[in-house]
T-cell receptor, first 111, second 116 residues
Framework: AQTVTQSQPEMSVQEAETVTLSCTYD???????LFWYKQPPSRQMILVIR??????QNATENRFSVNFQKAAKSFSLKISDSQLGDTAMYFC????????FGAGTTVTVRA | EAGVAQSPRYKIIEKRQSVAFWCNPI?????LYWYQQILGQGPKLLIQ????????DSQLPKDRFSAERLKGVDSTLKIQPAKLEDSAVYLC??????????????FGPGTRLTVL
């Protein structure tokens, strides 16, 4: 079974600042996808960013970017210029035909 | 494009009662998933359908949980009888294909179940 570990239960960041969420995973597969999902209090799970294991270039989506270190099995998410609307639970997920989620990191953006 | 629809949004029941949740996936999505998300944890896959066939139900407690996807569109998840530990949010998701690791899943708003 694949395991995904998010070691930071909670993170707090000042508006306009940058926050980085960590994620590590364990797999013997060579081809897979990694995702970061955002779950605001409304509970709607929203895809933030995805990364294919074969691609060395780190994915970027506007203010969200990842640092993918395949050898270290690390997949961190950086949120730049944090906004109040970024307050949510963030889940790292690993997919090799089945999506496995980490326990999540609660991010609170302070005004 | 309409998203994944789920109902009800909230449900409160007594233990040993039965409950059913409904999910309508995005039109054209062949794959449907049910997840259980206990407070403070990430979602855990309960069952995955490809059209109306079950692909993976290895983590479904089959003594009390059942799910069906008749006609390969809507799906219902049932719990009978409910236990206190079933209190959770039940998320439904859908995707175009499942036989690929590139598998963007679109999630519904979930049903929050409280078992008293």
């Amino acid at each position: 079974a694949q395991t995904v570990t998010q070691s930071q239960p909670e993170m707090s960041v000042q508006e306009a600042e940058t926050v980085t969420l960590s994620c590590t995973y364990d797999t013997s597969e060579s081809n897979y996808y990694l995702f970061w999902y955002k779950q605001p209090p409304s509970r709607q799970m929203i895809l933030v960013i995805r990364q294919e294991a074969y691609k060395q270039q780190n994915a970027t989506e506007n203010r969200f970017s990842v640092n993918f270190q395949k050898a270290a099995k690390s997949f961190s998410l950086k949120i730049s210029d944090s906004q109040l609307g970024d307050t949510a639970m963030y889940f790292c997920a690993f997919n090799d035909y089945k999506l496995s989620f980490g326990a999540g990191t609660t991010v609170t953006v302070r005004a | 494009e309409a998203g994944v629809a789920q109902s009800p949004r909230y449900k409160i029941i007594e233990k040993r009662q039965s409950v059913a949740f409904w999910c309508n996936p995005i039109s054209g999505h062949a794959t449907l998933y049910w997840y259980q998300q206990i407070l403070g944890q990430g979602p855990k896959l309960l069952i995955q359908f490809q059209n109306n066939g079950v692909v993976d139900d290895s983590q479904l407690p089959k003594d009390r949980f059942s799910a069906e996807r008749l006609k390969g569109v809507d799906s219902t998840l049932k719990i009978q009888p409910a236990k206190l530990e079933d209190s959770a949010v039940y998320l439904c998701a859908s995707s175009l294909v499942s036989l690929s690791s590139y598998n963007e899943q679109f999630f519904g708003p979930g049903t929050r179940l409280t078992v008293l």
